[in-house]
T-cell receptor, first 114, second 116 residues
Framework: ETGVTQSPTHLIKTRGQQVTLRCSSQ?????VSWYQQALGQGPQFIFHYYREEENGRGNFPPRFSGLQFPNYSSELNVNALELDDSALYLC?????????????FGPGTRLTVT | AQTVTQSQPEMSVQEAETVTLSCTYD???????LFWYKQPPSRQMILVIR??????QNATENRFSVNFQKAAKSFSLKISDSQLGDAAMYFCAYRSPEGGSEKLVFGKGTKLTVNP
């Protein structure tokens, strides 16, 4: 069984640029959530996808967008990057059965915006 | 909106000893789910233990147990017989039972150091 993977591991971008982060869900999982973890903070929920549709969103502006593909891999896109977007971005997948489901996290992508 | 507070930014414990990490939360919901996640230095977050609010019995998983006090909105994690591999950031998280909600609300975390 393959776990959750994310790419790239690290990324450096310039303010105003756009970035795409990728996540490959654990085999058999049909939901994916994305979180932003600033240095020294807990993860903050960005949004999640279920069966390729956005199914819930946190307090993040529209320049944060995502996609989930039929094979349940997903992307997080961030436009017009700002310095405060520098963070560790985590994705988490699960197979939806109920709210006690365990979410399986990837190792994260460290984004630095200069 | 739900909030989760971890008041201990850092804790340390001697190997083989017991340590308790604190977590409080605020919610107006009567049913919900609580989790403790561990994030080792390699960064991949893993689930340690979960508790359903409707269950009065405290959850246990081997050396890990919780003290769930619903009225006080407190959810502490006890680690017994601490091991060097327990060193990590520990995050307390809340999840609403709202249909389809995958959102976890995390605290700021507690960094646990295990001394040999």
């Amino acid at each position: 069984e393959t776990g959750v993977t994310q790419s790239p591991t690290h990324l450096i971008k310039t303010r105003g640029q756009q970035v795409t982060l990728r996540c490959s869900s654990q085999s058999g999982h049909n939901t994916v959530s994305w979180y932003q973890q600033a240095l020294g903070q807990g993860p903050q929920f960005i949004f999640h996808y279920y069966r390729e549709e956005e199914n819930g969103r946190g307090n993040f502006p529209p320049r944060f967008s995502g996609l989930q593909f039929p094979n349940y891999s997903s992307e997080l896109n961030v436009n017009a990057l700002e310095l405060d977007d520098s963070a560790l971005y985590l994705c988490a997948s699960s197979f939806r059965r109920g709210p006690s489901d365990e979410q399986y996290f990837g190792p994260g992508t460290r984004l630095t915006v200069t | 909106a739900q909030t989760v507070t971890q008041s201990q930014p850092e804790m340390s414990v001697q190997e083989a000893e017991t340590v308790t990490l604190s977590c409080t939360y605020d919610t107006s919901e009567s049913d919900y789910y609580l989790f403790w996640y561990k994030q080792p230095p390699s960064r991949q977050m893993i689930l340690v233990i979960r508790q359903e609010a409707y269950k009065q019995q405290n959850a246990t998983e081997n050396r890990f147990s919780v003290n769930f006090q619903k009225a006080a909105k407190s959810f502490s994690l006890k680690i017994s017989d601490s091991q060097l591999g327990d060193a990590a950031m520990y995050f307390c998280a809340y999840r609403s039972p709202e249909g389809g909600s995958e959102k976890l609300v995390f605290g700021k975390g507690t960094k646990l150091t295990v001394n040999p």
